[in-house]
């Protein structure tokens, strides 16, 4: 908790806070609604493990939480905590390149029909509530996801099949049961499941457990959809095609869309965001770019890692400055084999004209 701040006058708070969200407040309102917002910023930090920043704990106090009472907040709290809700920076949406697939289908699907509603209300877009990305290992399907709700400024809540199946495969239907009964109660927030297939296979050779666990979720989509809070439910895979064809029917998922290979500027964009965190030097960036064809973020991510380890090793033996050049680069790219494959696109190429509609 703050405690070293000088305890700013009614004035000074309204001041404050309208600065942070751009809202006007009494002076009295402003004092008490100051120091739940700091309240707030503590909450906010401790989850996101940093320090949230009094803006973005301002605008989510006076969007989220300011109409509940107090024993509405505390259960809300409680709740976000137990499902391990984040606040994602929005800047993170920006690292993405315009270029890269399926930022531009992204914006124009889900975000704009949020953000601009009453336009889309009166052209009668009905912003998607469920949505399947799917895609090749790597491509950025969960980064997109951060992206998403750190843009809308929603919560972001990740439930993954293991943590699902922790006391026994037998409980994932339960588990799941439970946790959507509880994410259909909040407002404003990205529920991802990741590995989705592990939930949802085909029920074709399927054992009786596997069968309930898909047939559970097959339940639990309406339900979700009928809610009339903001609630969008995003599931990724890597594996499409073992997804139960009753899912994929239109009707339960309102958007399948495919993550997959980055284009030349997406790749000096992902470049260039890890370059800037390196020690380097000369660069000959169109070079690198021409070399990393195939490659997902994921791969270039994996690239920096070496090359880091290897500058600070080569800086340790040598004791002079080390920096990353192209030659450094260069080495270190030889070594990937880029995840994506000419069977792997062909592949992925054939899942997009099968599966993709939004
Ligand atoms: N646009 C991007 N810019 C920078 N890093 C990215 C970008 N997209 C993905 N990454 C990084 O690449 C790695 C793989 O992305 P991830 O979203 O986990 O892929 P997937 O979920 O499709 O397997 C992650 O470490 C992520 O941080
Ligand atoms: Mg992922």
Known sequence: M???????????????????????FEPETACDLWTKILQHKWVLSEKLGRDAGIKVACLDFIENIENLSEGQREEKIRLLKELGAQMVEPSLWETISETQPPKQIVNKRIILPLTESHLARKHGVVPPKTIIFFGPPGTGKTYFVRGIAGVLRWWYIEISPSTLME??????????????????????????IDEFEEIAASRENASRIEKSITNEF????????????????????????????????????????????????????????????????????????????GFTPADIEYVFQTVRQVAFERELIQKEDYRVTTETLLEMIGNVTPTLTDEIVEQFQQDCERYTRY
Do not use: W
């Not at 703050?2 to 001041?15: L, Y």
């Open 167 to 192: 006391q026994g495969e037998e409980h994932l239907g339960a588990n799941l049961k439970y946790l959507m009964e509880k994410v259909r109660s909040l407002d404003e927030v990205v529920v991802f």
């Open 218 to 293: 097959l339940k639990q989509v309406p339900l979700l959809k009928k809610q009339d809070n903001k609630i969008l439910l995003i599931c990724a895979t890597n594996h499409i095609r073992q997804l139960d064809s009753a899912l994929l029917r239109p009707g339960r998922f309102d958007c399948i869309i495919p993550v997959g290979g980055l284009d030349e500027q997406s790749r000096r964009t992902i470049l260039e965001h890890y370059l800037s965190e390196t020690n380097r030097g000369e660069t000959d960036m169109d070079r690198i770019i021409d070399l990393t064809v």
């Open 2 to 24: 703050e405690t070293d701040v000088n305890i700013p006058s009614a004035e000074e708070c309204a001041v404050q806070i309208y600065n942070c969200s751009g809202q006007k």
